[in-house]
């Protein structure tokens, strides 16, 4: 019942060509062919960068800035010395890959 036999592909064939014209028929399947090229080639490039974005935020996971030191002594300036620097709570590193992610 579902199985193509030769003249049912015959048949589509000589619909096309009344439909459409014998000489449009090339240009068509031209055209979309070279729509199917396009299609592959972005959606290759699309996966490259991602995967590049992806190495990326590899290479940076690993980088934290150094933390400041709380109880490192000024050099001698000549000038009374001030209270030690109280140094602020550090917020989160957040990896901005995966904040664009997240959104």
């Given at each position: 019942m579902g199985a193509l036999k030769p003249w049912h592909i015959a048949v589509l064939v000589v619909v096309l060509i009344l439909l459409f014209g014998a000489k449009r028929l090339p240009d068509?399947?031209?055209s979309l062919g070279r729509s199917l090229?396009?299609?592959k080639a972005e959606?290759?490039?699309?996966?490259?960068?991602?995967?590049?974005l992806a190495e990326k935020a590899d290479a940076q996971a690993g980088y934290q800035p150094l933390p400041p030191h709380a109880g490192q002594q000024a050099p001698y300036t000549g000038q009374p010395q001030q209270a030690p620097y109280q140094a602020a709570p550090q917020q989160p590193v957040v990896d901005p890959v995966q904040r664009v992610r997240d959104n």
């Open positions: 068509a399947a031209r090229r396009i299609i959606t290759k490039s699309l996966q490259d960068d991602d995967r590049d």
